[in-house]
């Protein structure tokens, strides 16, 4: 039989035949060697949440050995604001367990993300992706436990509009050609995805379509499998770098934006939760949602407006979380109902064989349960730092499993009905509603900030920095002021198209 590893889609786990986590620098030479790699580029995320990249010419095996094994130096002051010009020189290191042979480039290339050490040779404490390390390590160090997590990328496609095979309006959702314009771009994108290290559960068209000035909009959605968090924030940002590097290549225009228009789906960034033990889920018992889970789910409604700060931050992320749009507004969580802030999706513990049901000549199939349970946050979009918005989850799970009054906050904060339906008024004012603004989201985290500060998990001075940002804004009245001259809300679309 052939190995499973030289059936996998991502080059170097086929040549090297093992998985990524694996590779050695021993490793990356190798497939230099075998595939006469000529060029080798860092990546590193910077404050805008994207990537940068630095190019090294393998002009020799023994110059690709040097830079995989000291690094490089960048200027940390023109990546992060926060850090002084004086003393902004930082190392960035590579990390071989993201090796990817580049699917875009002409010359052969392998591309790996890095890290960020200071002149001390130290982790940047400040650095993003160096926080998620932290809280994930917090994570286990304070409840014997992992996090995983995965996203739900979601993003608009923009092109010439034809009158071919029209989609009612917002009636895209699992919409396939050639009624949807784009699923072949969408099938590419997720196949370079996967063949740069990302795993993915699967792709498809959104509700999100529309047309607008001769142009139509088409949303679509990859979302992925879950990972480790620090893999799953990795996949993340390389899978926005995909996207966009083919749209390019196409001559299509992509937006991960929240909101680009004003009574239309905005697009959101959902991460999906899910705690081990052993490798082995702990999300259910006997059938039903632990209690580990509802103290995860504690900790997130805890923590629920701050995180705003790293999941939804620019004015325009504020525009997409109104009722009726199948985005959150209040604080609370529910089984399969979409008009919560935390949803517990079904998670395939029926009991029964669906399988056989469907397909009679599988009478034998072993129908052992499998624990697919997550837990779904749904309020992040696409301005997210997805390093920061996962970190603040692990630390917001974390904060549940401290809590003692945990299962009691998890079931005030219970609701099994639609909160936005008139007749349950009353509930929803019971409950406690996300910001309206990046100002508001920015108060709130500077009131929790003790929270995520805690065992040296977000650094004082990044938890300044994102305040800072936030407030630069000034958008306290915002929905005022859009509501008093709509034309704002089109400048600020304009201005944060590109986000993320």
Same mark, same amino acid.
């Given at each position: 039989?052939?190995?499973?590893? *030289?059936?996998?889609?991502? #080059? ?13 620098? *021993? ?53 992060? #604001? ?106 590419? $994108? ?37 990972? #480790? ?58 059938g039903v949602l632990s209690n580990n889970a509802k ?32 985005? #959150? ?17 079904l998670g395939w513990t029926g009991g029964h064989d ?38 603040? !989850? ?15 906050? $998890? ?50 001075? !990044? ?38």
């Amino acid at each position: 039989m052939v190995s499973s590893l *030289k059936y996998n889609i991502n #080059p170097l786990v086929k040549h090297l035949n093992k998985l990524s986590a694996e590779f050695t620098k *021993k490793d990356i030479l190798q497939y230099i060697t075998d595939k006469e790699i000529r060029l080798i580029n860092f990546r590193y995320v910077a404050a805008d949440g994207r990537l940068k990249t630095l190019n090294f010419p393998v002009t020799s095996l023994e110059y690709a050995d040097s830079i995989l094994s000291y690094g490089e130096r960048v200027d940390g002051s023109s990546l992060f #604001p926060y850090i002084e010009a004086g003393s902004s020189d930082l190392y960035v290191i590579p990390k071989f367990s993201t090796a990817y042979e580049d699917p875009f480039a002409e010359i052969p290339t392998i591309g790996l993300l890095c890290s960020y050490f200071t002149k001390d040779g130290v982790p940047l404490e400040s650095s993003p992706e160096y926080t998620l390390h932290k809280a994930s390590l917090s994570f286990t160090k304070a409840t014997g436990l992992s996090f995983e997590a995965m996203g739900e990328l979601e993003f608009y496609i923009c092109d010439e509009a034809d009158s071919l095979f029209p989609t009612a309006n917002q009636k895209g959702y699992h919409e396939a050609e050639p009624f949807t314009k784009f699923e072949h771009f969408r099938t590419e $994108a997720m196949t370079l995805i996967a063949q740069t290290g990302g795993l993915i559960k699967y792709g498809h068209s959104e509700v999100g379509n529309f047309i607008l000035d001769g142009k139509v909009y088409e949303q679509n959605e990859i979302e992925f499998l879950v990972s #480790p968090v620090e893999s799953a924030a990795n996949q993340l940002v390389m899978a926005k770098w995909i996207i966009r590097t083919l749209a390019y290549k196409y001559g299509l225009d992509v937006t991960f934006a929240p909101k680009i228009t004003v009574g239309k789906a905005g697009s959101g960034l959902h991460f999906h939760t899910r705690i081990v033990q052993n490798g082995k889920s702990v999300m259910i018992d006997n059938g039903v949602l632990s209690n580990n889970a509802k103290k995860a789910i504690a900790g997130y409604m805890k923590c629920a407006a701050s995180l705003t700060a790293f999941g939804n931050t620019n004015p325009t992320s504020y525009f997409r979380l109104v009722p009726h749009q199948e985005a #959150p507004t209040s604080i609370c969580w529910g089984d399969r109902n979409r008009s919560v802030l935390v949803r517990v999706p079904l998670g395939w513990t029926g009991g029964h064989d669906m399988l056989s049901i469907a397909n009679p000549l599988e009478r034998e199939h072993n129908n052992t349960v499998v624990d697919k349970q997550t837990v779904e946050m749904r309020s992040p979009d696409g301005s997210a730092d997805i390093y920061m918005m996962l970190a603040g !989850l692990v630390v917001a799970a974390r904060t549940g499993f401290e809590s003692e009054d945990a299962l009691e906050i $998890a079931n005030k904060c219970y609701v099994d009905i639609n909160i936005h339906d008139k007749k349950h008024e009353e509930r929803l004012h019971s409950l406690e509603q996300l910001p309206l603004s990046c100002w508001e989201s920015a108060e709130q985290l500077e009131q929790k900030r003790n929270i995520f500060e805690k065992d040296g998990v977000f650094s004082p001075s !990044l938890i300044d920095g994102v305040i800072t940002k936030l407030k630069s804004y000034n958008d306290k009245e915002i929905r005022k002021e859009a509501d008093e001259n709509p034309s704002i809300i089109k400048e600020l679309v304009d201005l944060h198209y590109h986000c993320g």
